[in-house]
């Protein structure tokens, strides 16, 4: 297993992943293909965002690649908190594809995407799900996460809020 980043050779694969989501928005959503949008333009698109286009936080994203050269997962790594992340969205977010969940990947992308916060320099790494997110909120324990308070957005939706010491 290990990450790999986005280029034009993973095309095939990520639309094969994201067809596994069906009506699902895919977690994280900077992976999310549109239609109609070639995958030149999709990977342009995702360096600006990662560059911080519209005022976004600078960000890194990965596939978790098996040895059958298949993805089974995607992280997206943010490199510092705003007001939004700090709240909600935290410094990583993950997911699986529906095929190869539980079966520890998500623990591992995790504990992988760790080092590489580690070289960004971050000492305290913010890992948040949602309250009925029961099998992320155990990788996120299984990573040594602390439970902070939880965050209710405007709508309601309970956010939980947990900090990775490093
Ligand atoms: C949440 C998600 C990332 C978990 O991925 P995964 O690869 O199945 O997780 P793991 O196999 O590493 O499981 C970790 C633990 O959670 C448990 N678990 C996983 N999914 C679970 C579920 N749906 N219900 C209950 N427990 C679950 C596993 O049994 C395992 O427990 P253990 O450590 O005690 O053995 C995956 O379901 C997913 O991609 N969901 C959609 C996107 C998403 O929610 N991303 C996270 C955003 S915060």
Known sequence: MRLERPSLKWEKEHIAYMKEWDEDRMT????QLQE???YELYLEELAAK?????????????F??????????????RHGLNDYLRQV?????????PSERRKGYATYLLSEALHI?????????LVTCN????????VIVNNGGVEDES???PHGNVVRRFWIKR
């Open 28 to 31: 994280p959503s900077s992976f």
């Open 36 to 38: 109609g949008i070639p």
């Open 50 to 62: 990662e560059a911080g286009l519209g005022n976004r936080m600078l960000s890194t994203n990965y």
């Open 64 to 77: 978790l690649v098996d040895n059958d050269e298949r993805i089974v997962g995607m992280v997206n790594i």
């Open 89 to 97: 969205g935290g410094h990583i977010g993950y997911g699986i594809r």
């Open 117 to 125: 916060t580690d070289e960004l320099g971050i000492r305290s790494v």
């Open 131 to 138: 309250e009925d997110n029961i099998g992320s909120a155990a």
């Open 151 to 153: 965050f209710t957005e």
